[in-house]
């Protein structure tokens, strides 16, 4: 089995910041892609950063200069730093990764079970 457990949600002033957590447990053989979704009430889940084993990002436009997504892969875990927290950034954020359970599995995705993030104005 595979779990993803994210960590770090919360509530937070317009313009403060927060570092969320992602770690992946269980029988994992190699981690390629893990990524950060959000998805407001009402609104369909989002993209917000992702990052390749490698250590490649991409952004959404509506965070870039002021989210971060960086990984531990020792630790199997991901991370998305969040500064300059705006109200529209209030959702609930997701966790995902691309991987492998052994070297004959092919790469399947894992989600995890969301935290929520709030940004008063």
């Known amino acids: 089995q595979v779990q993803l457990v994210e960590s770090g949600g919360g509530l937070v002033q317009a313009g403060g910041s927060l570092r969320l957590s992602c770690a992946a447990s269980?029988?994992?053989?190699?981690?390629?892609?893990m990524y950060w979704y959000r998805q407001a009430p009402g609104k369909q889940r989002d993209l917000v950063a992702h990052?390749?084993?490698?250590?490649?990002?991409d952004y959404a436009d509506s965070v870039k200069g002021r989210f971060t997504i960086s990984r531990d892969n020792a630790k199997n875990t991901a991370y998305l730093q969040m500064n300059s927290l705006e109200p529209e950034d209030t959702a609930v954020y997701y966790c995902?990764?691309?991987?492998?359970?052994?070297?004959?599995?092919?790469?399947?995705?894992?989600w995890g079970q969301g935290t929520q993030v709030t940004v008063s104005s």
């Open positions: 990052i390749t084993s490698g250590g490649s990002t």
């Open positions: 995902a990764a691309d991987l492998k359970r052994a070297s004959w599995y092919p790469i399947q995705r894992y």
């Open positions: 269980g029988t994992i053989f190699s981690i390629n892609v």
